[in-house]
């Protein structure tokens, strides 16, 4: 299986790939502090969750993939965002179990969640693809293709893949 680190921390600035430890913002509960001169506002945040997820969607997309199993479940749940309100996020993490399977049209929140940190978990396809996440805003994608377009597709949302094993 292929795999990849995805991030948004740009090689260039930092040393092999991870985040410059000066300042960059590595969590939901970085918005509303200053960071290279600039407050991290919540749309701000948004841009590079929602490229998180879009790189999940094209890896399931490739891999003909229409939902993912959950495993190693942590919940964490600690407050409601006013974004996630329409989905009541506590109650949804509530009915969350181990093994459960998440459809496609559910990613969206569930990683919502995870990127978060309101819940930690694998998601899983066996023998097609793994989503794993780390600290600091790190995410970690494994797929039975190699994903060339995909990739291309995840540096042009503003992300940096980089081939590696998962820890996970």
Known sequence: MYSWKITKYNPLFNDNGCRD???EWTSVSDI???????MLSLESYKLYENAYIESIHL?????NVTSLKIQALEKRYTHDYPDMQEKYSKSYIECLKEESIICYADIDFLVRLILREMIWCKLIVKESMFVHFGYDYYMYIGSKKKLVNEIEEMIRLGLFPVEMQSPY
């Open 21 to 23: 430890e000066n300042d």
């Open 32 to 38: 509303g502090k200053i960071f290279k001169g600039k």
């Open 59 to 63: 890896v399931m997309k490739a891999n």
